[in-house]
């Protein structure tokens, strides 16, 4: 059974350009969650989502970010005009729609803007 | 709305020494707790977590907290620390009610040396 799979591993930006995060759940995994790591901080919640549906985004930055969990395909974290404050690892974690606390994570996605 | 504090950003110890790692919460709700761990470079791994029963839990790779209402704290520990232990630990709380979004502490960055 594969993990949670993100892509791309590293993502290099140069100041207003587009950022585009995949994440792919686990098997069977209904629910994603995104969540950032500053330098020297901790994860910080940003959106939670079902498939088509945004459950809980009141952690995302009011502008330039989005995100989307479509039928089809992979959740996609979406950053316009990139910022060099916008550099950090962005964590994907899924879960089983009856266990929204387990869940697992993906290995990150590592954004540089330079 | 809920916080967790680690209360030591570095522990380093030596390589077969015992470790406690703690961690603080504060919640207007009751929660669920967890320790994961990250490898350099790579995502999180849940180590354990409490949702209930047994306050003593038990999880992988050695490692064991103890749920303490009244303190409203979930420490964890290791009787015995390998080279391999080496990585950030974080707690984080969820609220039972939703279960979803995790709030995260600081990390707390162990050391074993030889």
């Known amino acids: 059974n594969a993990g949670v799979m993100q892509n791309p591993r590293h993502l290099v930006r140069r100041r207003g350009q587009e950022a585009r995060l995949r994440c792919s759940p686990m098997k069977g995994h209904s629910h994603v969650y995104w969540y950032r790591q500053l330098p020297e901080e901790g994860l910080k919640f940003m959106v939670y989502l079902q498939k088509e549906n945004i459950i809980d985004e009141s952690g995302m930055p009011k502008e330039r970010f989005s995100a989307e969990f479509p039928k089809e395909g992979p959740s996609i974290l979406r950053i316009q005009q990139v910022v060099r404050g916008d550099s950090a690892a962005y964590f994907c974690a899924s879960s089983p729609p009856d266990k929204p606390y387990e869940q697992y994570f993906g290995p990150g996605t590592r954004l540089t803007v330079t | ?114």
């Open chain 2, 1 to 114: 709305a809920q916080s967790v504090t680690q209360l030591d950003s570095q522990v380093p110890v030596f390589e077969e020494a015992p470790v406690e790692l703690r961690c603080n919460y504060s919640s207007s709700v009751s929660v669920y707790l967890f320790w994961y761990v990250q490898y350099p470079n790579q995502g999180l791994q849940l180590l354990l977590k409490y949702l209930s029963g047994s306050t003593l839990v038990k999880g992988i790779n050695g490692f064991e907290a103890e749920f303490n209402k009244s303190q409203t704290s979930f420490h964890l520990r290791k009787p015995s620390v390998h080279i391999s232990d080496t990585a950030e630990y974080f707690c984080a709380v969820s609220e039972r009610t939703s279960g979803s979004r995790l709030t995260f502490g600081e990390g707390t960055q162990l050391t074993v040396n030889p």
